[in-house]
């Protein structure tokens, strides 16, 4: 995928960093780097998912009675939230093809607010189980109501899962905000490495597609769990 870039007057591409021969390099270097750190994200992940999968199989009912205490308004607005950051995302991504710098910046700019209203929701609903006792802790349970009828143990087991992978997702939403941010400030400043090559766009969007990838499976599985 060759990025698109001006010709600078020595030969070389403007965008072409000193340690590469040609852009066909750099964006091969960009492209493998991403993908093999997808990939290795995709095993960090998908290993909760598993044993996610062997605990809810065994304690279905006791999961399904404690997941009754999450907020699922609140993980829906959630959803669409990252659902339209990933739909700007798309179009910063292909303006920066295009050149359109003030698009890109428009773009990007939703995206971290999409990302920081996320964060903002999520804290809301870790507030309310705190307040709850419904964190893995000698506290947990402390106020039975909330579990609808669940065995601590297993609830508890749940929702350390919840927590921990919701928990590591939000850590992800951070970065994602950091790197987006710093992107912005990149082609707010018209720098050349961002505004001749849209490969660091596209890798940034390859990022956040990933991280709301990761929220279309956590949402359903926590929140829409049905009844066994």
């Not at 710098?101 to 964060?119: D, E, H, M, P």
């Not at 969007?205 to 049905?226: E, K």
Request: glycine share 8%; aromatic share 16%.
């Amino acid at each position: 995928m060759a990025a698109i870039a001006d010709a600078h007057g020595h030969g070389h591409d403007e965008a072409l960093h000193h340690q590469f021969e040609d852009m066909d390099q750099q964006n091969e270097a960009y492209l493998v780097g991403m993908w093999t750190f997808l990939v290795t994200e995709v095993m960090f992940f998908g290993t909760l998912f598993i044993i996610y999968t062997l605990y809810r199989s065994m304690y279905q009912m006791d999961w399904y009675l404690a997941h009754e205490a999450l907020n699922i308004p609140m993980g829906g607005v959630n959803t669409i939230i990252l659902l339209i950051s990933s739909f700007t995302v798309a179009v910063a991504v292909r303006s920066a093809q295009r050149r359109e710098r003030n698009l890109v910046l428009w773009n990007l700019g939703i995206t971290l607010v999409c990302a920081v209203g996320f964060l903002g929701i999520k804290s809301v609903e870790y507030m309310e189980k705190f307040q709850h006792n419904l964190y893995p802790g000698p506290e947990f349970g402390r106020h039975p109501e909330y579990l609808h009828g669940a065995a601590p143990n297993f609830a508890q087991l749940y929702y350390g899962l919840y927590f921990g992978m919701t928990g590591l997702h939000a850590v992800h939403v951070i970065v994602g905000i950091i790197v987006i941010a710093y992107l912005w400030v990149k082609w707010f400043l018209n720098a050349k490495n961002v505004t001749l090559d849209y490969v660091p766009t596209e890798m940034v969007g390859l990022y956040w597609h990933f991280v709301d990838l990761v929220w279309i499976f956590l949402f359903p599985l926590m929140y829409l769990m049905p009844k066994p």
